[in-house]
Every structure is written in C-alpha cells, then in structure tokens.
C-alpha cells in the first residue's frame, strides 16, 4: 500500500492562515492510529516537499479564499488541483503545488482548504472558525478516512461526498 501523507500548512501567527497546521496537530493522533503519516510544513513548502515520494497518497490541508462561507471545506483532488492552481486562493500552495506538478505530475491525492475569515496578525483563530474548529477536525479527519479507504479499494481518484469539488 502506498505512504498516505497528510501536510498542515499554514501560518500560525496569521490568524486563520494557521487553520490548516491547527487542524492536523489536532487529528494528529488520529491519523497516525490508522497508519497516516502527518507532517507539520507550515509556510516551508521545501521542507513539505522533500517529504513526498512519487507514488505516496497525499493530503495538503490549508486555509483557503474561495468567497465561501467562512469555516466552508473543500475537498479537491489533487490533480485537478494540479490543472488549475492559478485559480486557487491560498498563501502557500503555489509553490508547493507548483512543484509537485513539475516532479510529480501523476501523484494522487487532495487539497483539503478552509474557509477563511479573517487573516491579520495574531496567533488565535476568528472567533468564528475557532468556535467551529471541533467539527472541522471531525469533518476533515472523517474525509480522509473515507477518500483513504477508497483509494485502497479502487486504486483510483475518488469524488468527495457532500463537500464542494473543483
């Protein structure tokens, strides 16, 4: 079975910006409990990229602005991400995306964003997302359970249920 591979990003001291690092330290347990390898890359998408293999399942979980409802999830696969990143909204895929399309055009995978609310400097959520911030840990760790446990079954890319797709 292939490495399964879940990136925070994120910046921490940017308010919402830090939404997709809190959330995977907070699942972290959870995710290791069923074999995912979690890795912490905040802003450093180098460091997030040298820990990629070509043939791992990865998940990249990030704050996004997509002009949504505010704590509104994402689940986007991977490769479509790949084709259309310039019309993605976020601080930190860019690169890492754009290197990851150049070296590993054919990995599998998603781009799990957040909603943001609010981006300034702080080291706390908006009150909103921080008031949502259980149930996005549960609704992201139970999307990759599930998007997981499909690719094992089928070996293919798997359309997300009840989430917004690209």
């Known amino acids: ?65 997509q002009n949504k409802n505010p704590g509104n999830i994402q689940v986007i696969p991977l ?4 084709k259309n990143h310039t019309k993605l909204r976020t601080q930190h895929e860019f690169s890492l995306l754009d290197s990851i399309a150049l070296h590993y055009p054919n990995i599998q995978g998603y781009i799990i964003g957040i909603e943001v609310l609010e981006i300034g400097f702080s080291s706390e959520l908006s009150k909103f997302l921080n008031s949502c911030f259980n149930q996005t840990c549960i609704n992201i760790l139970n999307s990759i359970l599930k998007l997981t446990k499909k690719a094992a079954d089928k070996y293919v890319y798997c359309d997300p249920c009840q989430s917004d797709s690209y």
Do not use: P, W
């Not at 001291?13 to 069923?34: N, W």
């Open 1 to 65: 079975m292939k490495r399964i591979v879940v990136f925070g990003i994120g910046n921490l001291i940017m308010q919402d910006d830090g939404i997709g690092v809190r959330v995977v330290k907070a699942i972290q347990k959870d995710l290791t409990a069923h074999d995912i390898i979690t890795i912490i890359g905040e802003t450093d998408f180098q460091y997030c990229f040298e820990q990629i293999l070509s043939d791992d399942f990865i998940f990249i979980i990030d704050a996004m602005y």
């Open 79 to 82: 490769h479509e991400a790949l």
